[in-house]
């Protein structure tokens, strides 16, 4: 039997507004996040979404809704994205 350990990493990617839905979108397609925080400019956290393993469709609806919500209130922000990966 063989085990795999998985590590996590955080990057932080600087967005406009204009495209957050959007880059949130692309990035939630990638399939290895686990983790997503929304910082304003001031470093307030202004969403968080935890993500897991085989979330996809109509259960992020809403929270593209709360997203595209948020766009529309900032004008730039950064992304706060933990990866898991195996090893």
Not at 15 to 26: A, S
Not at 59 to 82: D, H, R, S, Y
Request: glycine share 6%; hydrophobic share 45%.
């Amino acid at each position: 039997m063989t085990t795999t350990e998985k590590t996590t990493h955080t990057e932080t990617i600087e967005v406009e507004g204009d495209n957050l839905l959007h880059k949130i979108k692309e990035i939630v397609h990638e399939g290895n996040v686990r983790h997503i925080t929304i910082v304003s400019e001031e470093g307030n956290k202004l969403l968080e979404i935890p993500l897991t393993l085989g979330v996809v469709g109509v259960v992020l609806l809403p929270v593209f809704a709360a997203v595209g919500a948020l766009a529309a209130l900032v004008a730039n922000c950064t992304l706060e994205i933990e990866r898991v990966e195996k090893s």
